[in-house]
């Protein structure tokens, strides 16, 4: 971060990641610009009124920020640098805030490790790309932050870290002086987290050969479907890439017969029109056939006031489509 930099908030100061920023901003010597509501009209407007030179968001945040209608959109004529995080922000949403000249830091954490604990790090060359291959790259969790002792994607049964080809799945795992020492006065809870002498984040992963962490999954969002393994991140980025798609989340739905399918809950951009078939039928094109949401609902999605999605809500919501269902 450069001296004296100004800073836009579209997350609570009591947040994680809302600490590190407001002890920043005030070794910086900078300026905070405050939002009272994440509103993507005034975010445009108060980064090129106030010369804002950082600010933090979820991939639903940006989102919001690349499907704002062009007459909404205020012209930035600066150097304006965002670092994503909450969620695994899809290609296409990195992609789009490159194409509208916002540059993306993707970190990722939890409360746990106190907060962003790695950082999708720039490499040289990857510039030379195409903007479609920088954001797949920059989409990945990445390597640990300076600060941590350890970070690995592990096995989780036998603790051995996994094949850096991309393709074993493990469990990302941290330890270090900034990991937590547990979790108050709840004993079994921390020895579980700490099996084996790592903190299990519970985010399934694989590492590729050049030693990057990529999220495929939360743990308990696979959905396991005829005894196959589906991640609702797969079928999301897929979802993304329809044009009609403003915000996709992906869960599992009770099946008599295949005990989970996936169940997709979709928000369309402003202007269009997509129907359920429609949706599915470009996963078809996309997606091996059991990787197909079987539901598609469009519908609003709920959120955090920071623009997480809620999706154990969205659980909810497909158990008491599927009871219908079967009733």
């Known amino acids: 971060m450069t001296p004296r930099a100004t800073y836009l908030w579209t997350l609570p100061l009591f947040h994680c990641n809302g600490w590190c920023f407001a002890w920043t901003m005030a070794a910086n010597g900078g300026t905070n610009v405050c939002l009272r509501k994440v509103d993507a009209e005034l975010i ?115 603790m051995q870290e996994v094949p850096h080809d991309g ?38 992963a694989v590492c590729q050969p050049d030693g990057y962490a990529k999220i495929t999954d939360r743990s308990k969002d696979v959905i396991i479907s005829g005894g196959e393994n589906i991640s609702s991140l797969e079928v999301e980025e897929v979802l993304y890439q329809h044009p009609a798609v403003l915000t996709a989340a992906v869960v599992a739905k009770p099946d008599p017969r295949w005990q989970e399918v996936p169940c997709a809950f979709i928000e369309l951009k402003e202007g269009t029109k997509a129907t359920e078939e429609e949706i599915m039928e470009f996963c078809r094109e996309h997606l091996a056939r059991f990787k197909v949401p079987k539901d598609v609902v469009i519908t609003e999605i709920p959120k955090t006031s920071t623009g997480k999605l809620q999706k154990f809500v969205l659980r909810e919501w497909a158990k008491e489509r599927a009871q219908g269902e079967f009733s």
């Open 44 to 158: 445009f407007k108060l980064i090129a009124e106030h010369k804002v030179d950082y600010f933090c968001g979820a991939p639903i945040v940006l989102s919001m920020l690349i499907n704002t209608p062009e007459e909404k959109k205020t012209k930035i004529d600066h150097r304006v640098e965002v670092m994503v995080a909450g969620a695994a922000p899809p290609a296409a949403i990195i992609e789009g805030m490159r194409n509208i000249g916002i540059n993306v830091t993707h970190v990722y954490g939890l409360t746990e490790t106190y907060g962003p604990s790695a950082l999708c790090a720039s490499q040289a060359g990857w510039s030379d790309l195409s903007i479609q291959e920088q954001a797949q790259l920059h989409s990945r969790q990445g390597v640990p932050y300076p600060l941590q002792d350890g970070m690995k994607v592990l096995d989780p049964d036998t």
């Open 167 to 204: 393709q074993t799945m493990g469990e990302i795992m941290f330890r270090g002086n900034i990991v937590m020492k547990g979790y108050l006065k709840n004993p079994e809870a921390t020895a579980e987290a700490f099996a084996g002498g790592w903190f299990h984040t519970g985010d399934l």
